[in-house]
């Protein structure tokens, strides 16, 4: 007995280790940003920066408006839930209570793939693909566009998406579809009425997943997107606030006004992803006690 108490305040104590370090990095994370970003949006004004609708960062006069960035961003990562949620949604059903075992076999297998390309490929074939195919269905003369962007960042989500709602559909109990059926429900009546309300917050989570990645993703949407500060428009160039940074990083002068509005732009970034996750969390949490 003294043995496994050992043992388990040794692995307890393990566990709350991690934690506290995972707990840290998000804390040495967000100081970080607050002490890099906050001096240039104290410098170009609050007001500026956010609703700012021009960014020309190395001009004589240079401006840091980062709005047709966050209208984007938005956009974008809107576009991309509306398209890949309900793909993803519908195609984790049929894995999960239509599909035969080889058939599940083979798309688990694709949609692993789907999860393990790294998102340069993505980028590289939604250039080579999906952008001349946007210009030659469309007719216009670049596209490099938020479509295009929208397009890579529904299928980038499918694999969160389709692997956490399966897991959380084949976590329901067999017993619930069982008396769905036998009180006479058809089965796509108790798959969905029964079976998705029971798996909802599972399937929330994969939601939340696929949002995150939405909104994170950077050199896939830069080389497909055009990368050019304009306001938002579904068949124009524009720039995502991660490509607004991954693209100047490179070459802004350490200390200068740029390098400090370029970690004001993440910290934008960092708080609104945080901002959203607290929010759906509130309504998961406020529906479980519903």
């Keep these: 007995m003294k043995k496994n108490r050992v043992f388990e305040n040794v692995v307890h104590g393990i566990f709350l280790l991690l934690g506290l370090i995972t707990v840290g990095c998000v804390l040495l994370i967000t100081v970080y940003l607050i002490i890099s970003g906050i001096p240039a949006i104290k410098e170009i004004g609050l007001a500026k920066f956010l609703f700012g609708k021009e960014w020309a960062s ?25 398209i890949g949620v309900p793909v993803g949604f519908f195609t984790a059903v049929f894995l999960s209570k239509v599909a035969g075992k080889k058939v599940r076999s083979a798309m688990e297998t694709a949609v692993s793939l789907l999860a393990g390309i790294p998102s340069v490929v993505y980028g590289l074939v939604g250039m080579l693909v999906l952008v001349p195919a946007v210009r030659s269905i469309f007719h216009v003369p670049d596209g490099s566009s938020l479509l295009a962007a929208i397009v890579v960042l529904a299928i980038m989500i499918l694999p969160s998406i389709i692997k956490v709602s399966v897991t959380a559909l084949d976590a329901v109990p067999k017993e619930y579809e069982d008396a769905s059926l036998a009180l006479g429900a058809s089965p796509v009546e108790t798959y969905f009425k029964v079976s998705v309300p029971a798996a909802r917050s599972g399937i929330a989570a994969a939601v939340v997943l696929g949002v995150g990645r939405a909104i994170g993703e950077a050199m896939a949407v830069m080389m497909v997107a055009g990368n050019v500060a304009n306001m938002p428009s579904l ?30 732009i993440a910290l934008v970034l960092f708080l609104f992803i945080m901002l959203l996750n607290a929010a759906l969390n509130f309504f998961l949490k406020r529906d479980k006690e519903k």
């Design 235 to 264: 068949f124009q160039s524009v720039r995502f606030l991660t490509t607004a940074v991954a693209s100047e990083m490179s070459y802004s002068s350490p200390g200068s006004l740029q390098r400090n509005a370029l970690f004001s």
């Design 58 to 82: 190395t001009a004589a006069e240079p401006k840091f408006g980062i709005l047709p960035f966050i209208l984007t961003s938005v956009y974008g990562t809107a576009g991309a839930i509306l």
